[in-house]
């Protein structure tokens, strides 16, 4: 037993040395499950679980993405299901601190690629709305609607209020689609006209909606599906 344990505990020293060296570049997903999973177990050997979880979700992110149920159905408890769950939270935290965009121009060739990463995580469909001022700059983003995996209304008078307590000039909305496919459907082209009209009554433009699945994009201004984002106005 102590030989055991003095194995297991060897094993899990030299692959945080290794980790410090080197960081995630060389290992394979099951390495980084497994290193995630030390947090969780102090003494059992994760490169088991990490094995079976892979097996079973398909990917490193599907067992990060999984549903806190899937998760404890896989043999997880809801403590270890949880702590795996909130990392891609914490990814996407991180990425809104870092590239905080307050004191920067968000012009509209790089809308797209701000939004795609405010949908990290997120398995059901959300509508995060970006006021902006005349400059372009942020004063405003948040998640304005939630919904289910199949689908979330857009809330127009709640976003006219806000573009007009934030004193905005400038709007965009992004969605995510959870089936991974990033096409608009009528309702959204349909939602997205009205909400043009609507802001345009308070003085504010809407510049783009976007669209988002997996880490891909669509534009409804760029792909002209939308003949009111097409004016420019």
């Known amino acids: 037993m102590s030989n055991d344990l003095n194995t297991h505990e060897g094993h899990r020293e030299r692959m945080r040395k290794r980790y ?3 960081g995630f570049d060389s290992f394979q997903d099951h390495e980084i499950l497994e290193m ?21 979700f398909g990917s490193l992110s599907a067992v990060l993405e999984a549903p806190v149920d899937s998760l404890k159905a896989a043999g997880l408890s809801e403590r270890v299901a949880v702590y795996l769950r909130m990392i ?7 990425l809104d601190d870092r590239n905080n965009s307050a004191s920067k121009i968000i012009s509209l060739d790089t809308v797209g690629e701000y939004f795609v990463s405010k949908f990290i995580g997120r398995m059901d469909e959300n509508l995060i709305l970006l006021l902006m001022d005349a400059k372009c700059k942020e004063l405003y983003c948040g998640v304005v609607a939630t919904g289910t995996a199949s689908g979330s209304d857009v809330p127009v008078r709640h976003i006219v209020d ?24 009528r309702n959204d082209i349909k939602a997205t006209n009205t909400l043009h009209s609507t802001l345009a009554l308070v003085g504010v433009r809407l510049v783009d909606h976007i669209i988002v699945a997996d880490n891909d994009f669509i534009s409804l201004r760029e792909s002209a599906l939308c003949s009111s984002l097409m004016t420019g106005e």
């Open 162 to 185: 806000l573009a007009m307590r934030y004193n905005a000039t400038n709007a965009a909305i992004a969605h995510n689609h959870p089936s991974g496919v990033a096409l608009p459907s």
């Open 20 to 22: 410090l060296a080197t």
């Open 88 to 94: 891609p939270d914490i990814a996407r935290a991180y």
């Open 36 to 56: 995630i999973l030390y947090n969780c177990y102090s003494r059992i050997n994760t490169n088991d679980i990490a094995h079976r979880l892979l097996d079973n």
